[in-house]
């Protein structure tokens, strides 16, 4: 078989292959065994900062263990891991998602200079799943995915959530928002926030090992897979089975259809796009307005009172994938060299009252909606699954910040009110620069009791982040959105059901404050985030770089 690695001491110069051969002898390679094994990259994450992602380290060792004894060579490097939480509510927050570019980008020039045959790409939390995914598609090599697994948290108030759900009203549980704080173990926050929506769309992609990815990160089944994972991909090497024939457009559609049920982040609307958008696949909001039918299966913390955990021990993501089978494309190919259809007809419901059918799901509604309206001309995106009944449709005067810590200074001092209608702008891609999440103002909205209140902005927002909160408002206010018009006292509409955001103020008003208007310009430091800022593509183009 023809490998990549052959270049080493295979090329036409002799001279030069006893050069690279002698390079790797230095760094402890039995250059023989390079010649007729595949050379396999393991790209990690691991960091000792980050929770979800300080115990990679030890997973990496058994994707190490797993290749050697499948055959193959292998050889460990490392990307940046951030943690959102850790930059959240300060300038950091600024640099996270641009970070998700940037680590694609190492992951990319990496590999294309290096002369591997396949890679294992290991990660556990929000940028960097979708960063090595962007990775993965744009290289088209045999390459796995493994994720880090979702750590422990006291997330559950059902008094016996692996049999029986309570559907009181979560919203309304302090002790919750504060106990979600804590991580007791490693791997990633056990919410359904953006680290675990993309663990559990790797599976609907098929580009992990069916049922890994909801595995707890202490557990040792998750070493299990770790080692199964580096013996599947030297296979994948010898099957030459590429990314590409994963990331196909029914794959990305059966991930959106996953996102809608499983409740997932509106970070999704965000990210999916960039991966398909590497994997030169159109993707974009007509796809999720597409499955607007699709119902919240999942009841998992912040839509509802369970943790991931529960899913884990009910069948994972294989059984929610059963669940929804019918919605879905299961000729998709997988990392297994079978189509979806195989780990569907494998998969076992452990538990249907926290993997219930399509006919009996938590909320009938889908997870995440796209708004429209003159507020929104292109879109804005919200967690509908994590609001409550009386927040769907809801109106109030607007108050206006061009910074969070502004919002949240205001809300600490008693100037919010019920009703009230926070608006958060020039904090999209281009404004900020960097598009922060804006979980601390929601989460201090929740800490004052606000539960009427609701929150626009052209950011985004934490998977962890419920309530009325609509993010990723298009144009941002930086390009000349409405957003960047309004004034204190406008009255602003949020129809989820109708899924409309309306701005009411009629169109002399605005034309006159346009007129008027000079965008607030946030200073960005020399370097980066000003490349960044110049080239970014609107959030509803997944903010990718152009």
């Known amino acids: 078989m023809s490998k990549r690695s052959d270049i080493i001491s295979n090329s036409a110069s002799p001279i030069l292959n006893m050069f690279r051969t ?102 556990g939390c929000d940028k960097i799943n979708p960063a090595m995914m962007m990775a993965m598609a744009r290289l088209d090599l045999p390459a796995i995915y493994l994720a880090a697994g979702p750590g422990q948290m006291d997330v559950r108030h059902a008094p016996n959530p692996k049999n029986s759900i309570d559907h009181g009203d979560y919203h309304d549980d302090p002790y919750h928002l504060s106990k979600t704080t804590t991580c007791a173990t490693c791997g990633a926050c056990e919410i359904m926030g953006t680290a675990n929506t993309f663990q559990c769309l790797a599976e609907a992609l098929g580009i992990c090992l069916p049922g890994s990815s909801n595995i707890p990160g202490w557990h040792a089944d998750k ?54 958008h590497a994997a030169q696949v159109p993707l974009g909001t007509a796809d999720f307005d597409a499955a607007c039918d699709i119902p919240t299966l999942l009841a998992v913390s912040p839509n509802g009172p369970l943790g991931m955990q529960e899913i884990w021990q009910a069948g994972g993501m294989p059984a929610v994938l059963k669940q929804l089978a019918s919605k879905l494309d299961t000729r998709c190919m997988t990392v297994t060299g079978k189509p979806l259809q195989a780990t569907i007809e494998a998969a076992v419901v452990g538990n249907p009252a926290v993997i219930p059918p399509l006919d009996k799901p938590f909320r009938p509604l889908p997870g995440i909606t796209i708004l429209r309206g003159n507020l929104a001309p292109d879109t804005a995106v919200i967690k509908q699954s994590g609001v409550a009944a009386n927040m769907l449709h809801c109106q109030g005067p607007a108050i206006c910040f061009n910074s969070e810590e502004e919002a949240i200074k205001a809300i600490g001092e008693g100037r919010i009110a019920q009703n009230n209608v926070v608006v958060l702008r020039y904090l999209g891609p281009k404004g900020a620069p960097g598009m922060p999440e804006m979980l601390g103002a929601t989460l201090a909205l929740k800490m004052a009791g606000l539960k009427s209140a609701a929150l626009i902005t052209d950011g985004r927002f934490s998977g962890a982040t419920s309530g009325p909160c609509v993010g990723h408002i298009c144009p941002e206010a930086s390009a000349g959105g409405p957003i960047a018009l309004i004034a204190d006292g ?56 152009d």
């Open 22 to 123: 002698g390079l790797l002898h230095g760094a402890g390679y039995d250059t023989g065994k390079l010649k007729t094994r595949p050379l396999i990259a393991i790209a990690n994450s691991h960091t000792e900062l980050t929770t979800g992602h300080a115990h990679l380290d030890k997973l990496a060792q058994k994707v190490h263990d797993g290749i050697l004894a499948a055959g193959g060579e292998c050889a460990e490097f490392n990307v940046p891991a951030p943690c959102d939480g850790v930059a959240m509510a300060h300038d950091g927050m600024r640099f996270v998602l641009a970070q998700r570019d940037l680590i694609a980008d190492m992951l990319e020039t990496h590999i294309r200079s290096q002369p591997y045959d396949g890679i294992v790409f290991i990660a």
């Open 490 to 545: 406008d009255l602003i509409e949020i129809d989820i059901p109708n899924k409309r955001l309306t701005l009411h103020v009629d169109e002399a008003t605005l034309a006159a404050r346009r007129a008027q208007w000079t965008p607030h310009e946030r200073p960005a430091p020399h370097g980066f985030m000003q490349r960044y800022r110049k080239h970014v593509l609107p959030a509803s183009q997944g903010a990718v770089l």
């Open 223 to 276: 070493l299990h897979a770790a080692r199964r994972t580096g013996e599947r991909i030297v296979a994948m090497v010898g099957e030459q089975l590429n990314a590409r024939q994963m990331f196909t457009p029914a794959a990305f559609r059966n991930a959106v259809v996953t996102a809608m049920a499983i409740g997932g982040s509106t970070n999704t609307a965000l990210h999916l796009p960039a991966i398909a």
